[in-house]
């Protein structure tokens, strides 16, 4: 049957007789099936993301339009969303990342935003064989790689946005399902904020941008909407292809338009075209909607209406104008040497009418179209629970063992790897903002010029985060994790957590274990977002990542922005000079051992630090143990961690700080260590020196990864503030080591060297081992 | 005293150089657009970095041929300071004002980083305010910056002191290795003979103000403004 063709079910499709009154024809079946499909209707999460904070003090605009915006001061206002290109990434890496990049650019300059940042969160199978990988999936991963980092680099490099940051991970999983969600941020005034909604009956509808071609149709409902088989190859022609000079003519031609004061309304052609474009316009407007295909400006001869309507060509815009000042807005897009036509107006009564030559091609009711879709409550079913021993999990090294092996071994780890031979693909200093850029600090800080003057005063600052492994052993503590670690991490850029976007990346919905992955999840999200004070302000959900029947982790993503009422305060990760203290901060306060949570019994029973041990990078790398259970979490103790760090920050208190995150302590440490490098001081790097003493085994503290925790350093004149500031926070201060000149890296634990090397022999490790790893393709 | 940056419809750091002109150093600049042939009584030109039309073909091939490289060229022709950053220098290769071609960077990849490059001549208005040797931190973002020419060429841009930067290390001891992307002797960057046209692949506008990591770009544009504050004492 042909709307099963269209991936339109049995009960949609009475349902669409039941809006029509009569049965559709076939542009109108395909306008209903993309409308409908998981990407553009959310009818599997909708009832799930409602639980999902999405207001606060400083949200102006939450989900549900191009992107969130958040009040940033000084009248301005910030926009930036994540959104997910996973499945044409697989399909066609380079122009799969390029038009992802594409997409969610034009989501923030849709909002009347210059876009500022982008980062990007990527997840690809092993890049090295091993265990569950040969050599030949191991080859083609990095190939994937490989062309996702080209077109992502390729995109934001022309269109003149610097890539700032973000992150990348690797897992078995994700080797027929890469992962690749982009972040996009930008700025603009306050009153200047464009919606996507069509006002003003007789107002003319204005077709901007690229020409349509046949390229990308029903990528959002066949390509985005279903799970990969054998037969996934065969829809590489519906991957869109990407042009970003043309974006970047776009954005400059839209920005100049928009400031005519003749636009009234602006919509992105992304997903679904401009099926998407015309009907959410009317549905938000409470209007309907007339155009003419015959309009439309076409690449290719012979498109029939289906074809139009649902061409996914990138770079196209679709605006309302104010009566009698259309001329306007096409001298702008003539002058920049773009395509602009009107191609219809808005209507009274709710209709959307497309025409071609004359004739009634499609004749839907806007706002059923897009708000009364169908919406699924589907089923969830908990998994059965694990059943794990002492032996399933990760064994201590005995005491007195030197763990400096294993550690060159885990800083050489692609995940912990330095992702250098990536991000210097990418331009991440244009448009001269950026303060920290990757690897600098914990997040991407970018400062704001005002847009008048070029006067600085704040920053932005911006991370992604997304544990896949925790959240596989336990959604729910696994997405709290990505939100804490994501607010932590702008905290230790010494920016305030103000508003988070999200991108949920999971298997099929039908699945009811996948359901209960994505419900979890969203509880975990709210929690935390709830704690630390960052509502969600928009995203995306990416459903049907798996291949053969196999479903990735649940990948929730979150990014996190923050404001620095200083842009001169930035923290960065790196030591600054010979002599100054080394202090680990630990928000769950006095007490708590450095291998474990506060509230256990101290020590806490080996057999618990395993079985959460068992979850770490270091287990993963060191023994090939994926099991037990994420670290415990607690928001409160986060919340103190961060707000220290932001005061600590503002008082300038601090040389350096950088939050303990994967893999563990140690490789905080000598992250800090690798960072001098870069930080203006002349080679060699600084060193450190550290005396743990502790109950806990020698293994869980150096590598352990739970949360709530900073490496931090000061000039020993500042330390007894240091102290006194998070005494006041109630966070715990432990005063480890030292930062020495001579390029040393010592670690001892009770009195003996566990790790005993030279900055340079570990960062050697550190820094080529991505570039040795893909330079050999 | 007045600096015009050009704006092709793909220049992405033409607000850059906008904003070290006009910002940092306080000094008149105004935005030329590509299809104007008026300069606007400018007094030195900046051709800026990016993609001027896409740079699908070859990088700057299209804008050679653009209504304002022909006031450029003629304004050049007539003695005017142009400066071409990265696709500006491109675009001054490909119009015939400066000797020399790009290739694709050796290692086939774009690169961002910051690079160290030394002044090697400061009898030219772009770096008169510098010391002969002086070593600049300055990053560097193309795809193609793998200058190349004839050895006849290179053999006369020698002899006439036109090789007025070229890539270092840190510490100035190994040009080879401080060399990202495969240009010939290290080139980073070139005048003409007359001396009042300059291209180079780092970009100095990146480099204004220690937050960014470096000002140490700022010595080119302050030789600018000395020549042209000289250039009007001399005419005065």
Redesign the interface.
Known sequence: MIAAEHGVTREEYARIQQILGRDPNITELGIFSVMWSEHCSYKSSKVHLKRLPTRGKLVVQGPGENAGVVDIGDGLVAAFKIESHNHPSYVEPFQGATTGVGGILRDIFTMGARPMAVLNSLRFGEITPGKNTTEEDAAKNRRVLDGVV?GI??YG????VPTVGGEVGFEPCYSQNPLVNALALGIAKKEEIFLAKAKGIGNPVIYVGAKTGRDGIHGASLLASAEFTEESKQKRPNVQVG????E??LL?ACLEAMQTGAVVAIQDMGAAGLTCSTMEMASRGGTGIEIDLAKVPQRETGMTPYEIMLSESQERMLLVAEKGREHEVLAVFKK??LDAVVVGDVTEGGIARINNNGRVAAEIPAHPLAEEGPVYRRPIAAPAPHVESEKDWFAFAPEGTSLTANFVKLLASPAIASKRWIT?????????N??AGPGASDAAVV?I?DPKT?VVKRALALSTDGNGRWCQLNPRVGAMHAVAEAARNVAASGARPIAATNCLNFGSPEKPEVMWQFSEAIDGLAEACNALGTPITGGNVSFYNETLGKSIYPTPVIGVLGILDD??RVLKIAFRSEGDVIVVLDGFGVGATLGSAAGWVSPAPTWRLAREFSSSEYSKTIAGILAGEPPAIDLAAEKRLQDCLIALAAEGALQSAHDISDGGLAVTLAESCFASVGA?L?PPALGAIVRLDDAAPVESILFGERGARAVVSGSPTKLARVLEIARQYSVEAREVGQVIREGSFRIKYKGSPVIDSTVDTLRDAWAHSLERTLAAK | MKFGVVVF??S??D??AF??I??VLQKPVEFIWHQSENLANCDAIILP???S????LRTGAIARFSPVMKSVEKFAKSGGMVLGICNGFQILCEAGLLPGAMMRNSGL?????HVHIRVEQTDTPFTNAAQKGQILKI?I?H?DGNYNCDEATLANLEKNRQLIFRYTT??GSDDTAGNPNGAVRNIAGVCNRERNVAGLMP?P??A??S???SNEGLVIFRSMIEALVGAAKATA
Request: hydrophobic share 25%; net charge negative; glycine share 16%.
């Open positions: 080209r680099g390729s490099n022309c269109f003149g042009d970003p000079f043309m970047k003519l400059e920049w040497g210097e693909q990418y331009d991440t200093s244009v448009r001269t950026t303060l400062r010029k070029g842009a001169s203006g002349t | 419809p793909g992405n750091c607000h850059d904003y070290a006009g910002n970095g990016g993609f039309y896409g740079d699908y990849r774009f690169i961002c980083r990053p973002a795809s840190s510490d970009h506008e990146r204004v103000e937050a960014l990591g």
